[in-house]
């Protein structure tokens, strides 16, 4: 499948298509030579293990097209978007395996699951994020929140820098985003950079001319599209962390390396990278990921699902064949909620799937108890799984 439709049917998921691309999409999922490979990319987005039954294609087809109809009908409209977000990853991902009868009888807006008394103190994240600037004040950086100076410009979902590669003398600032959270940033030589929940990055306020640009990721995880080394005098781009260091001239990858995991994952998108760990390097390609293990400091290079990798910037998680327990990782920063495995043998279990960001986690443990979990319940901010 190309990469663009692949890029619509995220942007289409996490309801930030527009109505040309909702166009483009309609006639491509409506166009018959298209079925086998819209057929393979369901498949590859079941969140339910495959064992458990088989779906209908057709009828998937058919309810994305309806969908896709409905939302150009809004958006030609001027309407408000009906919250289809809060049913997406249900309709399009898991009822396509044959859960079919949970809303054989229902319009597409309708609930589609019953699910216990939902307990509104586990939310969806946001953009929020803390700024904290060379001379040690902190910054409250969030919707509420907007922040502007000469050099430094937030409207409370992204902040930019515009300072010039022509200081003498490097000052950092740190950006830090929360559990529940997540936050975009543009610094002073272009480069863009989106960071995940639970995730720390320091860099300098402007860069050095003539010296590598160099940013720390502390921890957390983060997606860089790195402003070209010929755009810069030819000079490159660094990102340490940990155990490592990233060398970069001008590209897209994406690290993450969180404290409570073992490894350090770098994954390439495009244009290419050094990994460096102590006196060893490995060069990956586009499609590739190194894995760090941080307390032997091996390294393993291998071929990776990047779309699955990356797709949380997106506005979505795509998981490949996951342990329930990292799936649960995910869920846990981004909604800001500790797990706890009552029944440990629910850690193994593998799932695969698509998650909207902004979908309620009771819908998203209401499909699994229909699979695998036999109950769940919520806690105050806990999340008991048995």
């Known amino acids: 499948m190309e990469n663009r439709i692949k890029s619509l049917i995220v942007k289409f998921l996490a309801k930030e298509a527009d109505i040309h691309e909702l166009q483009q999409l309609e006639l491509w999922v409506g166009n018959p030579e298209n079925q086998q490979l819209f057929q393979e990319y369901i498949e590859a987005n079941a969140i339910m293990n495959m064992s458990v039954g088989k779906y209908d294609k057709k009828r998937a087809k058919g309810i994305i097209l309806k969908q896709i109809r409905k939302e150009k009908v809004n958006q030609g409209k001027k309407a408000v978007k009906p919250n289809f977000m809060k049913y997406a990853a249900i309709l399009v991902v898991a009822l396509i395996l044959g859960y079919f009868?949970?809303?054989?009888?229902?319009?597409?807006?309708?609930?589609?699951?019953?699910?216990?008394?939902?307990?509104?103190?586990?939310k969806p994240g946001s953009d929020k994020a803390t700024l904290i600037l060379e001379d040690g004040s902190v910054v409250d950086l969030s919707s509420e929140h907007t922040y502007e100076t000469k050099n430094i410009k937030s409207n409370g979902k992204e902040i930019v820098y515009s300072g010039q590669e022509n200081a003498k003398d490097i000052k950092y600032n740190y950006l830090t985003v929360p559990r529940g959270g997540e936050y975009f940033l543009k610094l002073a030589d272009g480069t863009e950079v989106w960071l995940n929940s639970e995730t720390q990055l320091k860099y300098p306020v402007s860069f050095v001319v003539d010296r590598p640009r160099e940013v720390e990721l502390i921890y957390g995880e983060a997606y860089f599209d790195v402003s070209p080394s010929i755009e810069h005098n030819g000079v490159k781009f660094l990102v340490l962390n940990q155990s490592q260091k990233i060398e970069v001239l001008g590209t897209e990858f994406n690290i993450k390396a969180y404290p409570d995991e073992k490894n350090i994952y770098s994954t390439l998108v495009e244009g290419s990278v050094s990994v460096i760990y102590g006196t060893s390097r490995e060069n990956l390609a586009p499609g590739q990921q190194s894995i760090l293990h941080v307390e032997s400091n091996e390294v393993i290079v291998d071929d990776v699902d990047v779309e699955s990798e990356v797709s949380w910037k997106d506005g979505v998680?795509?998981?490949?064949?996951?342990?329930?327990?990292?799936?649960?990782?995910?869920?846990?920063?981004?909604?800001?909620a500790d797990v706890v495995f009552e029944n440990k043998d629910l850690e193994t279990l593998r799932f695969r799937g698509v998650i909207g960001k902004h979908q309620e986690v009771e819908e998203i443990l209401s499909i699994m108890k229909s699979t695998s979990i036999k109950e769940y319940e919520i806690r105050d901010k806990t999340i008991l799984l048995r």
């Open 101 to 122: 009868y949970f809303i054989e009888n229902r319009d597409l807006n309708d609930p589609v699951v019953s699910s216990p008394t939902i307990d509104d103190t586990i």
């Open 317 to 336: 998680f795509i998981f490949r064949e996951k342990p329930l327990k990292d799936i649960m990782k995910v869920i846990s920063r981004w909604y800001d």
